[in-house]
T-cell receptor, first 112, second 111 residues
């Protein structure tokens, strides 16, 4: 079983739709959960990070963590064409080397 | 968020030459920086963890002598690809900070 599973897509939705991106993980030691956005030929940009189960909202973005099910989600409301990018989930452990484990990334296209 | 820069953004070199890539944290200090490699349409592959003032920690399968890492200060880490070959062509990205802020990446093309 992979440590992190993320559907690579591609996912294509119309402008204004609500987008749901998901990752599952198997390592119970993960303590913080992150979402990055990466545009083509650019470095990843940190969108959201959280340490606990529940929801965290920032503008049109909501990150949801369910530790009991080992499942995290990123919701994008009122999606815009500028949201078209690859979204990567990432997981980390606070102690030790602080390495992150990344999902494969989901390619998202918002159609005008 | 914090800013991480990389230089150069793009480099084309001949096979057999060495290429140095710099990663700088511009507005914070980072005792640890990370170097990743990314192939087209693939996720990030961690190559090594760069530790200020000590040796880097390499991931399994990454050649230490091929990818030299130096972390001489709290704001600068360098990755040198020695005797580069076409198969080393890739997108190299560094990150720094607990939340791992990423640099913009360096695209290396080896002819």
């Amino acid at each position: 079983q992979k440590e992190v599973e993320q559907d690579p897509g591609p996912l294509s939705v119309p402008e204004g739709a609500i987008v749901s991106l998901n990752c599952t993980y198997s390592n119970s030691a993960f303590q913080y959960f992150m979402w990055y956005r990466q545009y083509s030929r650019k470095g990843p940009e940190l969108l959201m990070y959280t340490y606990s189960s529940g929801n965290k909202e920032d503008g049109r973005f909501t990150a949801q963590v369910d530790k009991s099910s080992k499942y995290i989600s990123l919701f994008i409301r009122d999606s815009q064409p500028s949201d078209s990018a690859t979204y990567l989930c990432a997981f980390g452990i606070i102690q030790g080397a602080q390495k992150l484990v990344f999902g494969q990334g989901t390619r998202l296209t918002i159609n005008p | 968020g914090a800013v991480v820069s990389q230089h150069p953004s793009r480099v084309i070199c001949k096979s057999g030459t060495s290429v140095k890539i710099e990663c700088r944290s511009l507005d914070f200090q980072a005792t640890t920086m990370f170097w990743y490699r990314q192939f087209p349409k693939k996720s990030l592959m961690l190559m090594a963890t760069s530790n200020e003032g000590s040796k880097a920690t390499y991931e399994q399968g990454v050649e230490k002598d091929k990818f030299l890492i130096n972390h001489a200060s709290l704001t600068l880490s360098t990755l040198t690809v020695t005797s580069a070959h076409p198969e080393d062509s890739s997108f190299y990205i560094c990150s720094a900070g607990h939340e791992q802020f990423f640099g913009p990446g360096t695209r290396l093309t080896v002819l």
